[in-house]
Each structure stands twice: as structure tokens, then as C-alpha cells.
């Protein structure tokens, strides 16, 4: 998979990406990541990227000819002509993808759906917002990290490289590893333990002592239902369930109304 990041703050990016297991799957070919500064597509002498806001108020707004030249240039090259010159519009299949508060809430069914793609283009915002001909004729899509105003969207890129990624074959070490994750399965995840089986008093549940994996798978689902069911009803109202997990939240409210 590769990412070509968009930014007017490119030194944000690198201790991010050159950590843990991003920075392995880097250097392993899985993921190659490349951060574009936009200010290198100005042509004036104080490179400008900003300018004031058409019709007056606060705040400025990222210029379009760099941000279009930059994105052109860099999906063009590599990719053949992916954009219709007569046109003026992108034909590319690579998503241009605007990272701003307006767009659709990611979440892990977005990543799973980018995942899929070789090669995605993340746009960042800064300043009170861009020029909406950004927004109309080069960005196939907008995605917000959640219902809150951030400085830019650098952030939102690095979680939206880290979340897809970790969905890639080989990026996890264990093979299995994204497949339990809180979300991954439409339930949080199970409690985690590890050594030692008794701290401060506090023991490990016994059944995950026993080495009976048939026990544990069972006691594992019950526990994200019951976390999920806890933490989460908007979750489990969405949920895959079985005819046990339902049996088995059925006997929490048996047990509920027991306890009145
Ligand atoms: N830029 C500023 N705030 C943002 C958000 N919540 N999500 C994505 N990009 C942003």
C-alpha cells in the first residue's frame, strides 16, 4: 500500500512513521509512505499557500493552484495520466481523500473498505479551511476522525496510515491479529492478561489458567458481550450474534432482574 500525504507541515510526520510496527512494515515494502510538502508547488516568491476569504470574516484559506498541482503532479507521474486533461478532472481510481471535519465519520469498516485499495492520496487541512473548488473537482472523498475541530489534518492522516495498515497481510506479526480487535468483529475485545497470574491481591480469572481453549474461546465472547453490552448497546444493537451470544444475554437480563 502507498500513501502520498499531502501537508503543509511535513516535519509532523517522520517520529510517527518511524516508529513500532509502521516503521517495520516500511522498511519490509509493505507500506511505503510519502509525505509531499504543498508549499513546494508555489511559483511566487513568498511561496504562499494561504490567502484571505472571498467575501470577508476571519481566518485563511489554503489556495487551490498548489494544492491541485501538487496532487496532479504527484498521482500523474507514477500512475500514467490518471486525470482526464480535457476535463480537468480526475478519472484516477486512487482516492483523494480531504481529512476534515466535514466528512464521514471513520471508523473500522472505512478502514477495512481503504484497505483495499494500492494507492491512497490523504489531503491535510490547515487554516480555517480550503478553497471549495478543492472540494469539488479534485477530492473523491472527505473523512473526519470524529465530531471535534482539530488545528489540521495532519493527526487524522497519521490515524487513518496506522488504522489501515495494521489491516494489511503481514503488517501484524500474529497472522490472526487484527481479527479480534475491539470493532474489527462489531464488539469491543475481550479482557487481556498477562503474567503475573496474581498482583496485588488481583487474580487472573482462572479459566484462562486451565489451557482449555474451547473454555477460554467461550469465556473470551461472553466477556466483549459483555463489555460491548456495557460500554457500548449502540454496538450490540448492530452486532453479528449467534443463538449463543443471545442466549447468553438473555441470561444477564434473567440475572439482572434476579438481583432486584
Ligand atoms: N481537521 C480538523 N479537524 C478534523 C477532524 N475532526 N477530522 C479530520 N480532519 C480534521
Not at 94 to 118: C, D, M, W, Y
Not at 185 to 201: A, N
Request: with cysteine; glycine share 8%; aromatic share 6%.
Amino acid at each position: 500500500m502507498q500513501f502520498e500525504v499531502f501537508t503543509l507541515l511535513p516535519e509532523i510526520f517522520p517520529s510517527y512513521l518511524d516508529t513500532s510496527i509502521i516503521k517495520r512494515a516500511r522498511e519490509r515494502g509493505l507500506i511505503s509512505v510519502r509525505v509531499h510538502n504543498i508549499r513546494d508547488y508555489t511559483h511566487d516568491k513568498h511561496h504562499t499557500t494561504d490567502d484571505t476569504p472571498y467575501g470577508g470574516g476571519g481566518g485563511m484559506v489554503m489556495k487551490p493552484e498548489p494544492v491541485f498541482e501538487a496532487i496532479e503532479t504527484v498521482l500523474s507521474v507514477a500512475e500514467g495520466q490518471p486525470f482526464d486533461a480535457a476535463q480537468g478532472e480526475v478519472v484516477s481510481p486512487i482516492p483523494i481523500i480531504l481529512l476534515t471535519p466535514q466528512g464521514r465519520v471513520f471508523n473500522q469498516n472505512i478502514a477495512q473498505e481503504l484497505s483495499q485499495h494500492k494507492r491512497i492520496a490523504l489531503l491535510c487541512g490547515r487554516y480555517e479551511g480550503i478553497d471549495e473548488r478543492i472540494r469539488e473537482h479534485l477530492v473523491t472523498d472527505e473523512i473526519s476522525i470524529g465530531d471535534y475541530v482539530l488545528t489540521g489534518g495532519e493527526l487524522p492522516a497519521l490515524i487513518l496510515i496506522d488504522a489501515i495498515s495494521r489491516l494489511l497481510p503481514e503488517v501484524l506479526g500474529d497472522p490472526t491479529g487484527a481479527e479480534d480487535d475491539s470493532h474489527a468483529m462489531g464488539l469491543l475485545e475481550y479482557p487481556h492478561y498477562t503474567r503475573p497470574p496474581e498482583f496485588r491481591g488481583w487474580k487472573v480469572p482462572d479459566v484462562l489458567l486451565t489451557g482449555a481453549h474451547a473454555k477460554i474461546d467461550k469465556w473470551r465472547r461472553e466477556q466483549a458481550l459483555l463489555r460491548t453490552l456495557m460500554k457500548r448497546p449502540d454496538m450490540l444493537a448492530k452486532a453479528e450474534l449467534t443463538k449463543a451470544d443471545l442466549k447468553f444475554l438473555k441470561s444477564l437480563e434473567s440475572e439482572e432482574k434476579s438481583d432486584k
